[in-house]
C-alpha cells in the first residue's frame, strides 16, 4: 500500500451520551436507563470531565487537522443541560480547534426537551437537531416505548424553529407493528408539514438483544412494506425533498457529519462506548470505548480498545459499506486517497458489477445503479 496523508482527511468527533429516561424495545443502541429519568448534576458533571479525558488520549490522532463537524447522540443528549454542552465544548475546543461554521447536531428525544428550551442549546453552540420522532401515531408510539406524544413531537419541531434552528431532522421509522400504509404516509407528511428540513426515513429491522427480539410484534407484509417504500419517497420527492442517501432525505444541505463518514472520513470518538476511525501513515485504524458508563467512568478513560488496523483484505468492503450509500457514490479517486490501496485491485470485480448494471458504467465514479441500491446488500457482500 501507498503511504496515507491524514492532512487531507476530513476528522469529525462523535460523542455518546449513553443515558435515557426508558429503554425502548426495539433499541440495540448503547443506552441505559437513568434512575427517574433525570441524571443527577454530580453524575453529569463527572461523566463531562471523563469526555474531555477521553479527548485528550486522542489528540495526537488529529495530525494537525481541526473538527470539522460533531455528532452528539445516544441515549437521549437531550438529558444533558445546555449549560453543560457550552462547558464541554469550551473545553473541546482550547485542546483543538473546531472549523469555522463547524456543524454541530444533537440528538433530541420530544419527551425530553423541556429540560432546557432549544434557544439555550443554540446559544451553546449546537447548529442542529435531529428529534428522534420516529413515529406521530399514539399507538404506534406506545408500542416502540417511546415517552412522547403525537402533540409532544409536532411541538418539539415547532419550538425547535422557532428558537431559530434552521436545520431540523426528524428521524422516522416505517413498517411498524401493524402499520397501514395511510399511517406510514401521515407520519411524513406531519413531518414534512410541521417544518423539518431533512428527513432520516427507514424501516424498522429487528435487532438481537431486544425486547422485540424476543417478543416479536406483528409487522406489516412485504407488499406493504413496498407499497410504503414506493409511495413514501414519492410524497417525500413531490414535496421537494431529495434521496442523497439510502435513507436520508433533505430540503437543506446534507449532513456534513454523515457525509464524512460515507466517504470514509476519519472521526475521534469520546464517551462510553463511542467508537472511532482514525487514518495514520501506516494504514486506517478503528477503536472503541468502554462500553457500560460505570466502567467508563472508573477508568476515567485512557483505553482505545480494540485499536485494530483495517487490513488489505477488510479494505473493500469497509469503503464500499459506507461509499455505496450515497446515492452519487464517490469520486473513484477517493479510493486510494481514503484506504491506500489502488482501486485496480477491483478491477475485475468492478467490471462484473457494471456488466450486470448493478454498478455505475463511469470509470471515474464509484456509485450504484438504482437497481444495485435495490440489491445494496448483495453489491456489498461480493466485495468481502
Known amino acids: 500500500m501507498s503511504e496515507l496523508n491524514p492532512a487531507i482527511v476530513p476528522l469529525s468527533l462523535y460523542i455518546h451520551m449513553p443515558w435515557c429516561v426508558r429503554k425502548c424495545p426495539y433499541c440495540d443502541f448503547n443506552s441505559h436507563a437513568v434512575p427517574d429519568g433525570k441524571l443527577s448534576l454530580d453524575l453529569e458533571q463527572e461523566y463531562l470531565n471523563a469526555l474531555v479525558e477521553d479527548f485528550k488520549t486522542q489528540l495526537d490522532f488529529a495530525q494537525g487537522r481541526e473538527i470539522h463537524s460533531v455528532f452528539i447522540g445516544g441515549g437521549t443528549p437531550s438529558l444533558i443541560s445546555a449549560k453543560a454542552y457550552q462547558w464541554l465544548f469550551a473545553q473541546l475546543k482550547a485542546l483543538l480547534p473546531f472549523e469555522d461554521g463547524c456543524e454541530i447536531t444533537l440528538e433530541a428525544n420530544p419527551g425530553t426537551v423541556e429540560h432546557d428550551p432549544f434557544a439555550g442549546y443554540l446559544e451553546a453552540g449546537i447548529n442542529r437537531l435531529s428529534i428522534g420522532v420516529q413515529s406521530f401515531n399514539t399507538d404506534h408510539l406506545q408500542k416502540l416505548g417511546r415517552i412522547h406524544s403525537n402533540d409532544d413531537a409536532i411541538s418539539a419541531i415547532k419550538h425547535a424553529k422557532e428558537a431559530g434552528f434552521e436545520r431540523v431532522n426528524v428521524d422516522l421509522m416505517h413498517g411498524l407493528p401493524e402499520q397501514t400504509l ?150 473513484a479517486k477517493l479510493y486510494a486517497e481514503r484506504t491506500g490501496y489502488s482501486l485496480d485491485d477491483l478491477s475485475e470485480l468492478l467490471t462484473s458489477l457494471r456488466e450486470r448494471k448493478l454498478m455505475v458504467n463511469d470509470e471515474q465514479r464509484i456509485s450504484c445503479t438504482e437497481q444495485g441500491h435495490i440489491f445494496l446488500n448483495s453489491v456489498l457482500e461480493e466485495f468481502l
Open 182 to 331: 395511510e399511517q406510514a404516509l401521515l407520519d411524513l407528511k406531519l413531518a414534512v408539514e410541521s417544518g423539518a428540513t431533512h428527513v432520516s426515513w427507514y424501516q424498522l429491522t429487528i435487532e438481537p438483544n431486544t425486547v422485540f427480539f424476543r417478543t416479536q410484534p406483528i409487522l406489516p407484509v412485504d407488499d406493504v412494506l413496498e407499497d410504503i417504500q414506493e409511495q413514501g419517497e414519492a410524497y417525500l420527492k413531490a414535496n421537494g425533498f431529495v434521496n442523497y442517501e439510502v435513507s436520508a432525505w433533505r430540503k437543506e444541505k446534507p449532513s456534513a457529519h454523515n457525509l464524512n463518514y460515507w466517504k470514509f472520513g476519519d472521526y475521534l470518538a469520546i464517551g462510553a462506548g463511542a467508537h472511532g476511525k482514525i487514518t495514520q501513515k501506516d494504514g486506517v485504524y478503528r477503536f472503541q470505548k468502554t462500553r457500560l458508563p460505570k466502567d467508563y467512568l472508573a477508568k476515567v478513560p485512557a483505553e482505545n480498545l480494540q485499536f485494530k488496523r483495517i487490513e488489505k483484505n477488510d479494505m473493500p468492503f469497509e469503503f464500499m459499506m459506507n461509499a455505496l450509500r450515497l446515492n452519487n457514490g464517490v469520486d
